[in-house]
């Protein structure tokens, strides 16, 4: 059970991961909300 | 919902050992996911309701996709974004449903005024796009560019579909078509005001309004 749970913590965070990823390629978020960018992927 | 992800990445980060920077990372991603499903879900539930889920489901993907290049206005808070961009998918959706429809040749007079929104669009994004948010700045000139040609490549790629859908409308067989067409114009056009001054003025009101 806890090996389950640490496969699927592991499934979020790399479709989590994808998808910041995506996001800081791009301009902004899909709509209107536009959350502090983390500073490892900023365009700086 | 923000503070959701927030809390999830936190758990995540614990249980499997990342440090501060991947722990943000998760946040933000997850943050953007509850955003687009959140949105989906929503958006969805009233199309369905109200009769117009195509027209919502074009205006969702629409506006989302070509907002990731061209950037605009924004809400301050999680809440603010999800009930406008509600709002405003729904109201579109259900103008592009049910009272744009004009009952003359569509290939005359659609033609004509879905090209005048999409070049007065392409001008608006060639003049504006991509457009920056404090929290999320753009500085880099090769991104800038890059940007704005996407942008400019998704106005033509947008008129292209329309046109494609009005020519095959043409004998009345697929009015949907025609509404479907009208939907990814009110994207444009909506997605493209939220560039200019005024759109980020009205945003700015409709947040204050709400939160």
Same mark, same amino acid.
């Given at each position: 059970?806890?090996?389950?749970?640490?496969?699927?913590?592991?499934?979020?965070?790399?479709?989590?991961?994808?998808?910041?990823?995506?996001?800081?390629?791009?301009?902004?978020?899909?709509?209107?909300?536009?959350?502090?960018?983390?500073?490892?992927?900023?365009?700086? | 919902?923000? &503070? =959701?992800?927030?809390?999830?990445?936190?758990?995540?980060?614990?249980?499997?050992?990342?440090?501060?920077?991947?722990?943000?990372?998760?946040?933000?991603?997850?943050?953007?996911?509850?955003?687009?499903?959140?949105?989906?879900?929503?958006?969805?539930?009233?199309?369905?309701?109200?009769?117009?889920?195509?027209?919502?489901?074009?205006?969702?993907?629409?506006?989302?996709?070509?907002?990731?290049?061209?950037?605009?206005?924004?809400?301050?808070?999680?809440?603010?974004?999800?009930?406008?961009?509600?709002?405003?998918?729904?109201?579109?959706?259900?103008?592009?449903?049910?009272?744009?429809?004009?009952?003359? /040749? /569509?290939?005359?007079?659609?033609?004509?005024?879905?090209?005048?929104?999409? $070049?007065?669009?392409?001008?608006?994004?060639?003049?504006?796009?991509?457009?920056?948010?404090?929290?999320?700045?753009?500085?880099?000139?090769?991104?800038?560019?890059?940007? &704005? $040609?996407?942008?400019?490549?998704?106005?033509?790629?947008?008129?292209?579909?329309?046109?494609?859908?009005?020519?095959?409308?043409?004998?009345?067989?697929?009015?949907?078509?025609?509404?479907?067409?009208?939907?990814?114009?009110?994207?444009?056009?909506?997605?493209?005001?939220? =560039?200019?001054?005024?759109?980020?003025?009205?945003?700015?009101?409709?947040?204050?309004?709400?939160?």
């Amino acid at each position: 059970m806890k090996l389950n749970k640490n496969v699927l913590f592991a499934i979020v965070s790399s479709i989590a991961t994808l998808f910041a990823t995506v996001v800081s390629t791009s301009a902004c978020f899909w709509y209107l909300y536009q959350p502090t960018e983390p500073k490892c992927l900023s365009d700086k | 919902m923000e &503070k =959701l992800a927030h809390n999830l990445s936190e758990k995540i980060a614990e249980k499997l050992g990342y440090d501060q920077d991947k722990k943000e990372v998760i946040a933000y991603g997850l943050t953007a996911i509850f955003q687009m499903v959140g949105i989906f879900s929503i958006a969805s539930f009233i199309g369905i309701v109200g009769g117009f889920w195509y027209e919502s489901m074009v205006l969702f993907l629409a506006v989302g996709l070509f907002r990731k290049s061209t950037g605009g206005a924004h809400s301050s808070t999680f809440q603010g974004c999800i009930i406008i961009s509600i709002f405003s998918i729904s109201f579109f959706a259900f103008l592009s449903r049910y009272l744009f429809y004009v009952n003359v /040749p /569509p290939h005359v007079f659609f033609i004509s005024v879905l090209s005048v929104i999409y $070049i007065f669009s392409f001008l608006v994004v060639y003049k504006l796009a991509p457009v920056a948010s404090p929290n999320k700045p753009i500085v880099r000139k090769e991104k800038i560019k890059k940007l &704005k $040609i996407k942008s400019l490549a998704t106005v033509v790629f947008y008129y292209l579909i329309s046109m494609i859908f009005i020519f095959c409308s043409q004998d009345n067989s697929h009015i949907r078509l025609i509404h479907i067409s009208l939907s990814l114009a009110c994207a444009t056009l909506w997605q493209v005001f939220t =560039l200019t001054k005024t759109g980020h003025k009205l945003i700015h009101i409709m947040d204050s309004k709400l939160t």
